[in-house]
């Protein structure tokens, strides 16, 4: 009887055979390498190096990295001397020079903040540190833990090809209803950028009352009248000036983590506001290490080369969607001096393509306004 018990109690709940041998472990580096490359995250590949020896020791081959910056440590010693620097900066003997100074001021701050957490500050980590590729975890933070600088995190992987930095939010501060976006690509200096902005962003319906005067002016041979007189222009300049001097400091500020990463094909630092974003691709990061950095070590951003502006605007701009950008501005820059090849290259789809939708839609319909030729000084 007992043994017909011991049968049916084996029958309901069989012993499970243990094997000793982990599954997991049978797959091939390879294969745990491209698992290990569709993750991305920075936070999440440091938490992958405490699993295992393996684990830890495959992370740092991961090559398509993401590091998104948690938190800006600001520097008010390092913001409070560059703001005196560039109050008497080269901007005061040029047209710009009031616009400037009144702007830079409230952007100088995050610029040194920025500085000052992406820079190479301390020592870098040895590639055994799993807390470093971590970078600034809520946990570390809520203990005291010193954060880590994306240039540190960086420095323990050895074969990153495509790296994306985000930032917490933009350097510009504008308000809630203004559209102002950006994107710049670079090689040793800027090599071109687009800025797309608007003075308000209103549905269809709320603008359906003032829709009938929308880019009357627009082609009829020279700048609408309003546009020069209300300060609009005045406005805009701000915002091309603001936006190029963004891209610079970023790109300044990328240069040590290119000359850690010689494997990089592709860089992107990017903010999770949707403002500007830098690009540079495998020909710009390779024309940056032969090429010497015009940078300027006081207000920490690379120098600006003389260029040239192309500006379209319409009073009034209807989206597909029913959006409608009021006073919409789009400005496709270039340095004065590029060569003919890099010309040819940027002519054409370029400018439309630099957003995302709706933006993007924005753009074409702006390309077909009258175009109004700029020039700009280096600074």
Request: hydrophobic share 40%.
């Amino acid at each position: 009887m007992s043994n017909l018990r011991n049968d049916l109690v084996g029958i309901v709940w069989p012993v499970p055979e243990l094997d000793p041998v982990d599954q997991f472990d049978r797959l091939p580096d390879s294969v745990l390498l491209l698992i290990l490359n569709k993750i991305r995250d920075v936070k999440v590949l440091g938490r992958c190096c405490v699993v295992s020896r393996r684990f830890q020791s495959i992370v740092p081959q991961v090559d398509n990295v993401v590091v998104k910056v948690d938190c800006i440590i600001s520097d008010d010693d390092a913001s409070s001397s560059s703001s005196s620097v560039l109050s008497s900066d080269k901007y005061s003997r040029n047209v710009f020079s009031a616009f400037v100074r009144v702007f830079v001021g409230g952007i100088v701050k995050p610029f040194q903040a920025l500085g000052h957490f992406l820079g190479p500050k301390r020592p870098p980590l040895s590639p055994s540190s799993s807390s470093a590729l971590c970078g600034v975890d809520d946990a570390t933070a809520a203990a005291g833990v010193t954060h880590h600088s994306p240039t540190q995190v960086l420095r323990n992987f050895s074969d990153i090809r495509s790296l994306r930095i985000e930032l917490p939010n933009g350097e510009l501060g504008i308000g809630d209803a203004v559209l102002l976006k950006w994107r710049a690509d670079f090689g040793s200096t800027l090599d071109r950028c687009v800025i797309l902005g608007s003075s308000s962003i209103t549905s269809d319906e709320e603008s359906s009352s003032t829709s009938s005067s929308g880019g009357a002016g627009d082609d009829s041979g020279g700048v609408p009248e309003p546009f020069c007189t209300n300060g609009a222009l005045k406005l805009r300049v701000v915002w091309t000036i603001s936006s190029l001097i963004a891209a610079s400091a970023r790109h300044y500020l990328l240069h040590p983590i290119i000359a850690d990463h010689q494997t990089l094909n592709s860089l992107v630092l990017t903010d999770a506001d949707g403002q500007g974003v830098l690009c540079m691709n495998r020909e710009q990061l390779d024309e940056l290490r032969a090429k010497p950095l015009l940078a300027s070590a006081a207000s920490k951003r690379t120098l600006m080369p003389a260029l040239n502006m192309r500006l379209w605007y319409a009073q009034h701009l209807e989206l597909p969607d029913g959006v409608v950008l009021k006073g919409a501005t789009l400005v496709a820059i270039r340095p004065s001096d590029q060569t003919s090849a890099k010309k040819e290259s940027s002519d054409g789809s370029w400018v439309s393509k630099a957003f995302e939708e709706p933006y993007c839609t924005a753009a074409e319909l702006l390309l077909k306004k009258r175009t109004y030729c700029l020039e700009m000084n280096s600074f």
